[in-house]
Nanobody, 125 residues
Framework: QVQLVESGGGLVQAGGSLRLSCAASGRTFSMYNMGWFRQAPGKEREFVAGIMRGGGTTYYAEDSVNGRFTISRDNAKNTVYLQMNSLKPEDTAVYYC?????????????????WGQGTQVTVSS
């Protein structure tokens, strides 16, 4: 089992940047593929970015974030990151990190086994 705690959210102006962190407990962090999701008010939780166990393979939601967001991980620190640049008001949401113990390139909420509590990101226009 793994416990996840996100941090780094906040209020930022459009065009600004934020770096989210997700700290994982346990010694098996490197065995999990990790993902970042977000949920805006009144909308379903959606996939943002994913990264494989070793960190060498990453993938992103189509169109909405590609080129602006970068996912990375440091297995020595049991932490996954989401660097968000050129933020837009439509990026406003609660951002969650999640872990999955199986499969490749998972994008669905149901594919992930463990979730953090989320961190709020608000982008003002």
């Amino acid at each position: 089992q793994v416990q996840l705690v996100e941090s780094g959210g906040g209020l930022v102006q459009a065009g600004g940047s934020l770096r989210l962190s997700c700290a994982a407990s346990g010694r098996t962090f490197s065995m999990y593929n990790m993902g970042w999701f977000r949920q805006a008010p009144g909308k379903e939780r959606e996939f943002v970015a994913g990264i494989m166990r070793g960190g060498g393979t990453t993938y992103y939601a189509e169109d909405s974030v590609n080129g602006r967001f970068t996912i990375s991980r440091d297995n020595a620190k049991n932490t996954v990151y989401l660097q968000m640049n050129s933020l837009k008001p439509e990026d406003t949401a609660v951002y969650y990190c999640a872990a999955t113990g199986s499969g490749l390139y998972k994008r669905r909420v149901v594919d992930y086994d463990y979730w953090g509590q989320g961190t709020q990101v608000t982008v003002s226009s």
